[in-house]
């Protein structure tokens, strides 16, 4: 591959992308200008290393990566299930680790037990679909919801919900519980299938030098 062409990563929005330059500071990969609260800016570079950083709703880095527009993603396992892209999951970074869970009422565990056709709301259908209908062959009906998740058996639009449990406050404010895990969760490196190829002795060194530092 030519030698001054720039690395492109796509860094998911917010804590997972703070997390992620402390990481990659302590392998000497830097990028001050990022760190910088009120710039407006979308894109960072870092010359000297021919690097480039861009930061993007979680959902939409899976989509950069398989199309190209960065040759390295990093974003929450929980995305990388829910969008399918043709990527490559490279490493497992670690933090941001929780779980995939069915939540409910404590009542809700008879109706998955005995496969009642019950709604389940969610912001991760796919998610939802794989382990109802693939792994439990359980049919029942999903409701995509947006966020505040935990609010749809309170108000009786769903019997139970698929949601990320990190401490698991939120559902035991609010008189829910965990009912079965789904999977476990935490942040990935992914890589596009192309960049892997010609970039591969870049992006196996970075990967060896992250794992001497997980
Ligand atoms: C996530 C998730 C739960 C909560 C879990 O929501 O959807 O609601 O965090 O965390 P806990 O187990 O530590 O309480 P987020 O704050 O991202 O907002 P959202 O519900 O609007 O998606």
Do not use: W
Not at 112 to 119: G, K, V
Not at 157 to 172: A, C, N, P, R
Not at 173 to 181: A, F, H, S, T
Not at 185 to 199: D, G, I, P, T, Y
Request: one cysteine or more; hydrophobic letters at 40%.
């Amino acid at each position: 591959m030519e030698k001054n062409r720039y690395l492109t990563f796509a860094l998911g929005k917010g804590r997972l992308a703070n997390k992620t330059m402390e990481t990659f500071e302590k392998i000497g990969i830097t990028c001050q200008e990022i760190q910088d609260k009120k710039t407006r800016k979308l894109i960072f570079v870092n010359e000297e290393l021919k690097m480039r950083f861009f930061l993007a709703k979680g959902p939409d880095v899976p989509t950069y990566v398989e199309y190209g527009a960065a040759d390295i993603g990093i974003v929450g396992r929980d995305t990388i299930l829910q969008e399918r892209r043709n990527i490559y999951e490279v490493l497992d970074l670690g933090f941001g680790a929780c779980r995939m869970c069915v939540c409910g009422r404590a009542e809700a565990k008879e109706l998955l037990r005995h496969h009642e056709l019950i709604r389940v709301a969610t912001k991760y259908p796919q998610i939802a679909k794989d382990y109802f209908y693939n792994k439990k062959h359980q049919t029942v009906e999903i409701i995509k919801l947006n966020g505040s998740i935990e609010l749809a058996p309170i108000v009786g639009l769903s019997e139970v919900i698929v949601d990320i449990v990190e401490t698991g406050s939120t559902l035991k404010e609010n008189g829910l519980e965990v009912l079965e895990e789904i999977c476990p969760l935490s942040a990935r490196m992914v890589v596009n299938q192309v960049s892997m190829k010609m970039e591969n002795e870049r992006i196996s060194k970075l990967i060896q030098d992250l794992k001497s530092v997980l």
